[in-house]
């Protein structure tokens, strides 16, 4: 059974899975150079993106949609779908966004007849809850799932409160366990609305508050995961962490205003006081984590089961100090987190909800590097290309010291570089953090990311854990801070991808090759692309980039004449 799982709202996404594997997922901000979190604003889209992998629209068993919250403002809305075919407007009902009710089926399928132009003919399609593709995009392609073991899977995302849901391939059901406390997961970012390098004015927030809309009044998308860096800039002030919980439970709404009501009353409290921006946004970071992580330790408990694994996914997974203290919490048996855990993994997730009830397996045979394939280039005008081994690239890193832009077959899903689309440098350089984030036009408090040999991952960090999809934080070891300061966070962490032969074999060579000159088992890695767009799709869209003077791509090298 070929299943085609579409997501058409931000961050959009076409995955096909074949009996039980995923062929490919392909999310839109890949391809062309487009913006992050676009949108498929065409169904012939996803027909150009079948055909682009040798698969005609009548050759899918199954279209599925993921559900949302429709048309109108973020909060309202009929669960319709606002689409265009060709130059005709398109209404697409679907489901809805989450349950009403802890007693909902979260995997409530719903089918609606010849509604999906796509092909010459109109197609059947079926649509699942959105927090469902989040579940079960995550769960499918657990360790837990290809073990055939029951887990637990926290579903916190910017549309709903962090729910509780418990999946048991045995027995083929997903139970809701109810929500943990009632903030959403646009919280981050509404944070970096009041405190931090992106606080809004006054009459910015008015603004928000009278649109509605998600950039605005919502956070946005892009803002979290900055001040997740940024935060290391802060102390912990123990004041205002034990003064939180009494603003949370005096402010207490249930409305979409109570994030930006909690704000306001934490503004009040720190008036006068010497606090920093940075430390009021690592206390209430602390204060979310804690919260966090004993909401799980006393619901889990209320279950008096054994021990048992842990999922985690929507946007606030992308959290790595939050997993990491979920990880070390000792609340569950082993914790995961899926590399796609934002919504661009729900194109996945509604193919998985068709495959399951449909009766197919529970466990999806996948990869990480699944989205599109890199194809071969020439050289443009000011370029030159010759082939290259990874043994001759490493020398080039070794010896010239400076940022080379990696591109190699299939691209990664989720928003991190993991090694095929990646620019990569020497981390023992202090300046290599500054050059790199000059090129990618970031701010200076922005970390990189360490890519590293599996097995010498522990010896350089702690725990220095198998962690392939750069999704937990790790402290860098003293004996190894001025050896690679490049890769070192301001407060001495660092966000981690170990590698190794099976995982990624051409990376790992070029790692080995590397560690052989230099003793070194690691490199700086940090996405190669466009500022505020995608990964690159094409080496020619590094070369007429030009950040960087060299370019490795399918084993060819490309350096600049000039």
């Known amino acids: 059974m070929i299943i085609c799982g579409i997501k058409f709202t931000h961050d959009a996404s076409v995955a096909v899975i074949e009996d039980g594997r995923l062929r490919f997922c392909i999310e839109v901000e890949k391809l062309n150079n487009n913006k992050r979190y676009s949108e498929i604003e065409d169904v012939q889209e996803v027909r150009d993106i079948l055909e682009m992998h040798g698969i005609s629209p009548k050759d899918v068993d199954r279209f599925v949609i993921d559900g949302w919250h429709g048309s109108g403002a973020f909060w309202r809305g009929d669960s319709v779908l606002s689409q265009r075919h060709g130059k005709q407007d398109l209404a697409l009902p679907v489901a809805s966004y989450n349950e009403v009710s802890i007693k909902d089926n979260v995997l ?12 010459v003919t109109k197609r059947d399609y079926a649509s699942y809850m959105h927090v469902a593709g989040h579940i079960m995009g995550t769960y499918c392609a657990s360790p837990f799932a290809q073990a055939d073991e029951p887990a637990y899977v926290l579903a916190w995302d910017g549309g709903q409160y962090p729910r509780l849901y418990f999946v048991d391939p045995r027995q083929k059901t997903v139970v809701n ?20 390098p992106y606080k809004r004015t006054a009459d910015q927030l008015a603004q928000d508050k009278a649109s509605q809309t998600f950039e605005g009044y919502f956070g946005g998308y892009s803002i979290a995961g900055k001040l997740m860096s940024y935060i290391a800039l802060g102390t912990v002030r123990p004041e205002l962490l034990g003064e939180l919980s009494k603003i949370f439970d005096r402010e207490f709404e249930v409305s979409n205003a109570f994030e930006h009501k909690f704000q306001h009353a934490i503004l009040r409290f720190v008036d006068g006081k010497d606090y920093s921006d940075a430390d009021v946004l690592l206390t209430q970071h602390t204060f979310i984590e804690e919260l966090l992580v004993s909401s799980l330790r006393a619901r889990v408990s209320k279950d008096r089961m054994p ?63 699944a989205g599109p394939a890199m194809p071969s280039a020439s050289a443009l005008p000011g370029w030159q290309g010759r082939p290259c081994s990874l043994d001759e690239l490493a020398d080039v890193l070794a010896q010239a010291g400076e940022p080379i832009v990696f591109l190699n077959g299939k691209a990664e899903i989720g928003p991190r570089a993991l090694g095929n689309r990646s620019i990569l440098a020497p981390a023992t350089d202090p300046q290599m953090k500054t050059v790199l984030n000059r090129i990618k036009k970031r701010e200076d408090f922005r970390p990189v990311a360490p890519i590293c040999m599996e097995e010498h991952a522990p010896g350089i960090f702690d725990p220095g854990t198998h962690d392939p999809y750069m999704l937990f934080d790790h402290e860098v070891r003293e004996a190894w801070r001025e050896r690679i300061p490049a890769v070192r966070h301001l407060d001495d962490t660092a966000r ?30 940090t996405s190669a692309n466009l500022n505020g767009s995608g990964f690159f799709p094409d080496a020619h869209s590094a070369m007429r980039w030009g950040g960087v003077a060299r370019i490795y791509c399918n084993g060819t090298l490309f350096e600049k004449t000039a």
């Open 108 to 119: 409530a399928r719903l089918v609606f007849k010849d509604g999906l132009p796509i092909g």
């Open 177 to 196: 366990k109810g929500r943990l406390f009632c903030l959403l997961g646009t919280i981050y970012s509404v944070m970096g609305h009041y405190f931090g």
């Open 496 to 525: 981690l991808q170990t590698v190794n032969a099976t995982e990624n074999a051409e990376i790992y060579g070029l790692l080995q090759a590397y560690y052989r000159r230099t003793g070194i088992p690691l490199l700086c890695n």
């Open 307 to 369: 021990e048992q694994n842990f999922c985690f996914t929507g946007g606030s997974a992308l959290n790595i100090k939050w997993n990491s203290a979920i990880r070390a919490s000792g609340v569950f048996k082993s914790t995961w987190v899926a590399p796609y855990p934002n919504d661009c993994g729900n194109g996945l997730g509604a193919a998985c909800c068709e495959m399951v009830t449909q009766g197919g397996p529970w466990a999806l045979d996948w990869s990480v590097y």
